[in-house]
């Protein structure tokens, strides 16, 4: 049984479009986070919600909105989509705060045409 | 600079060596994380450590925190433990920053 699952695993889109990346965890946990991992494979975080609550939201451009319909749930919605959004995002998920284990999700390729 | 800094950026080694990969921060913090991405690239945690030494199985991880250094260990490598080491540090406010990953590659 999946702890940490992503929708979709892949997604190639033009630019300009709207899409979602949805996040899931049967863990319990109360705490979830987006990564951004780059083309060089450097992450950053981007978001983290506690209990629905956004606790960490980095310098994120505006187009990127994360909702989170209930503490299993954190989904990414992403406006006008450029080209340099092409990563891989990945969801992950801790008991606690960020600084307790994180399990993470098996990643979103997003590229962006 | 890279508020984390990890040593060194590739290594590789054969199989049976013991293996060290370094993580060097500069900002206060509260705990430090190992993590290891997989050649299809999940991501998968090692450890969490606020102080001192832990163990599971082959790897082992300490930090210092007065030094602002932590070390990775594999005894007896294999090469299924090819892969990327991550260092993530939980600075103060709980912000967390990454090292740019060491790539490790066992050949048997």
């Known amino acids: 049984d999946t702890a940490v699952s992503q929708t979709p695993k892949y997604l190639v889109t033009q630019m300009g479009n709207d899409k979602s990346i949805k996040c899931e965890q049967n863990l319990g946990h109360d705490t979830m986070y987006w990564y951004k991992q780059d083309s060089k494979k450097f992450l950053k975080i981007m978001f983290s919600?506690?209990?629905?609550?956004?606790?960490i939201n980095e310098t994120v451009p505006n187009r990127f909105s994360p909702k989170s319909p209930d503490k299993a749930h954190l989904n990414l919605h992403i406006n006008s989509l450029e080209l340099g959004d092409s990563a891989v995002y990945f969801c992950?998920?801790?008991?606690?705060?960020?600084?307790?284990?994180?399990?993470f999700g098996p990643g979103t390729r997003l590229l962006v045409l | 600079k890279n508020e984390v800094e990890q040593s060194p950026q590739n290594l590789t080694a054969q199989e049976g060596e013991f293996i060290t990969i370094n993580c060097s921060y500069s900002v206060g913090i509260s705990a430090l994380h190992w993590l290891q991405q997989h050649p299809g690239g999940g991501i998968v945690s090692l450890f969490m450590?606020?102080?001192g030494k832990k163990k599971h199985g082959r790897l082992i991880a300490t930090i210092n925190i007065q030094e602002k250094h932590s070390s990775l260990h594999i005894t007896a490598s294999h090469p299924r433990d090819s892969a990327v080491y991550i260092c993530a540090v939980f600075a103060s406010g709980s912000r967390l920053t990454f090292g740019e990953g060491t790539q490790l590659t066992v050949n048997p």
């Open positions: 919600y506690n209990n629905k609550e956004l606790i």
């Open positions: 992950a998920s801790s008991q606690g705060r960020s600084w307790e284990t994180q399990y």
């Open positions: 450590l606020s102080s």
